[in-house]
């Protein structure tokens, strides 16, 4: 089955710190990885996307995140987290149904950056 | 202006009945997408529209039933409600149906079944 996995409920980082998010994918063929974040109460907002090219994606509010095919991972990454970045954050993978795509999250992993 | 927007926000009501959930985007997308939230924040697609008509449908309930009077538009009924059936229901939509693009979501509407 295709799919993504956050192996992680929650990730605590104080402010100033880096911080990163995990991701691991499985797919069939060359994966399209997504990162969306939502903050309470609200919809999920866009991130970043892989879909081919450079490894190193970067996307809105400083974050990154690193395309690595070997590991078939996709983290997460902010040089110096701030403490509204806290917030839950889904990474996904586009999975193809009947020649029209879907998009498969995880389970989300909730960010807490303390002051 | 707000890209997509869902009405109710809220929506409280008893096992057994119906209700409707609605949801526009003025972005000029193609394709919409209802998606349920559950209360792990387990999030599932549901169905998914482009230019009106149905392409996916994630093995829903038949109580519910979308419907596209036009592609700005993606509606949810639901009928003969269930406990299980509290969530919260998303709203998104994309330029096409190939996630080459971002999906934009709607700031959700939160169900309460009692």
């Known amino acids: 089955a295709q799919s993504v996995a956050q192996p992680e409920d929650q990730v605590n980082v104080a402010e100033g710190n880096p911080l990163t998010v995990k991701c691991t994918y499985s797919?069939?063929?060359?994966?399209?990885l997504f990162w969306y974040v939502q903050y309470p109460n609200r919809g999920l907002q866009f991130l970043l996307k892989y879909i081919t090219g450079d490894n190193l994606v970067k996307g809105s509010y400083g974050f990154e995140a690193e395309f690595n095919k070997s590991q078939t991972s996709f983290h997460l990454k902010k040089p110096s987290a701030l403490v509204s970045d806290s917030a839950l954050y889904f990474c996904?993978?586009?999975?193809?149904?009947?020649?029209?795509?879907?998009?498969?999250f995880g389970k989300g992993t909730m960010l807490l950056v303390s002051p | 202006d707000t890209a997509v927007s869902q009405t109710p926000k809220y929506l409280v009501t008893q096992m057994g009945n119906d209700k409707s959930i609605k949801c526009e985007q003025n972005?000029?997308?193609?394709?919409m997408y209802w998606y349920k939230q559950d209360s792990k924040k387990f999030l599932k697609i549901m169905f998914s529209y482009n230019n009106k008509e149905l392409i996916i449908n994630e093995t829903v309930p038949n109580r519910f039933s979308p419907k596209s009077p036009d592609k700005a538009h993606l509606n949810l009924h639901i009928n003969s409600l269930e406990l299980g059936d509290s969530a919260v229901y998303f709203c998104a939509s994309s330029q096409d149906g190939l996630d080459t693009h971002e999906q934009y979501f709607g700031p959700g509407t939160r169900l309460t079944v009692t």
């Open positions: 797919v069939s063929g060359n994966p399209y």
């Open positions: 996904a993978v586009r999975v193809m149904n009947s020649g029209y795509s879907t998009l498969t």
């Open positions: 972005l000029g997308h193609d394709t």
